[in-house]
């Protein structure tokens, strides 16, 4: 099937229930969505991050991540039982409405960990995506979630074991799953988590329709500058360097959130992602500067560093932690001798939220929660979330010309079978 029929094909499913419009119906509230570690319940000392830390006044929507999928029943199941269920990771992560009445619960599944290889298996064939999606309807039930997250990384990609047939396939699941929730009539949310590159777009993403059902694209606007590409950088430049050439020109979080809407995504549905760590890099010996482009020793373990982590190394005294700032990414850098690392500051968050309004995107989520400075080692607690939550409070999400309205509707008494 070619991608122009399929395209139609699913739309002609889509418009069962969902209707695209060109009025506004009116703005919406702001999203901070709030990435959790769930392993972090087993860290030790500074690193270890609990439930009760999270700052449930800070954020709209806070994502337990992550959960699975059973390779052999194909149904949702906790991937660490420990936490999840004997230390009642789950029930304790929804009962932060108590706290705070306002708060969206999101449990997340997938995840890098994941791989893509049993979720295109999972989508393939109908039955199983039924049994999925019963098994999350009984699950959010049973724990209280207000939503699900899907974090497949990536439909469609080779690399990830990943087959061409997962692009139409996980939209026939994200349209099943939108049918179940309105069904069961609780306003459950379904977002996706989406990357920002245009090969894994193409090959795994049906943009148009998938931003029509999805309440949010939360895009990770992070991880765009790794090792692989041999020199020090920081991993989420907003804007393109001079420096930049050949693909890297397209490699920042403006022309990444750009493409989602140039390829059909209203900007009202567009969450931009920010790191609350940095990526850290060995120079390589044969590297005369510390500026961005130095070269890096490839073969040395990628390591990262937290924000808490990075902010201590730089206010002790002596340190030698030396710390610049990209005039173009508009992004801060810092280095050590060797040791080299690009991250996210108070600064840079403020510009990026000021980026945010400027462009009506739909609000701001971070990886992770837990990585901010949440023990007010360095000053206040929890910086950067803070600075997201005071930015986006009283910005009200413009309302796309090309966003979707959804109408009344009652499902269809048959679907097509896929």
């Not at 119906?25 to 690193?47: H, I, T």
């Not at 949702?76 to 108590?98: C, E, I, S």
Request: hydrophobic share 35%.
């Amino acid at each position: 099937m070619s991608s122009r029929k399929a395209a139609g094909v699913h739309f002609f499913h889509l418009i069962f229930f969902v209707a695209a419009v060109q009025y506004s119906s009116g703005d919406k509230p702001a999203r901070v969505g709030c990435y959790f570690e769930s392993w972090a319940l087993r860290k030790q000392g500074q690193a270890r991050y609990t439930i009760d830390d999270i700052p449930g006044h800070l954020c709209t929507h806070v994502y337990y991540s992550f959960v699975g999928v059973n390779n052999v029943t194909w149904r949702l199941n906790a991937l660490y039982p420990q936490v999840d269920l004997m230390m009642n990771g789950f029930r304790n992560f929804t009962a932060l409405k108590l706290r705070y009445p306002e708060l969206k619960t999101i449990v997340s599944v997938g995840g890098w960990g994941e791989g893509g290889y049993k979720y295109s298996q999972l989508v393939s064939l109908k039955t199983r995506r039924k049994t999925f999606v019963d098994s999350v309807v009984e699950f959010m039930h049973e724990f209280g979630f207000d939503g699900l997250d899907l974090d497949w990384e990536y439909p469609g990609a080779r690399n990830r074991d990943g087959k061409p047939s997962d692009k139409d396939n996980f939209l026939y699941l994200v349209e099943e799953l939108r049918l179940r929730f309105d069904e069961e009539n609780r306003n459950w949310e379904l977002t996706i988590a989406g990357p920002v590159a245009r090969q894994k777009l193409e090959d795994g993403y049906h943009v148009p329709e998938l931003c029509r059902v999805a309440n949010a694209i939360n895009v990770m606007a992070y991880n765009m500058r790794t090792i692989w590409n041999g020199f020090a950088d920081v991993q989420s430049p907003l804007y393109k360097r001079p420096h930049d050439t050949g693909a890297l020109q397209k490699v920042n979080v403006n022309d990444s959130l750009q493409l989602w809407v140039d390829m059909g995504c209203p900007t009202d549905k567009l969450v931009v992602g920010v790191p609350f760590y940095g990526h850290t890099y060995i120079l390589s010996p044969i590297a005369t500067t510390h500026k961005i482009g130095a070269p890096i020793d490839k073969k040395a373990r990628k390591g990262a560093m937290s924000y808490y982590q990075i902010c201590q190394a730089l206010q002790a005294n002596n340190s030698g932690w030396v710390e610049q700032w990209d005039e173009f990414g508009l992004c801060p850098y810092a280095y050590k001798d060797n040791i080299w690392v690009g991250y996210e500051n108070p600064r840079s968050i403020q510009i990026k939220t000021d980026f945010i309004k400027e462009k009506g995107y739909a609000g701001a989520m971070m990886w992770a929660v837990g990585k901010d400075d949440f023990r007010g080692l360095c000053g206040p607690t929890n910086p950067l979330v803070t600075i997201l939550h005071n930015n986006m409070k009283d910005y009200m999400v413009p309302t796309a010309q090309n966003s979707t309205v959804w109408l009344d509707w009652h499902p269809p008494s048959s679907t097509p079978s896929h």
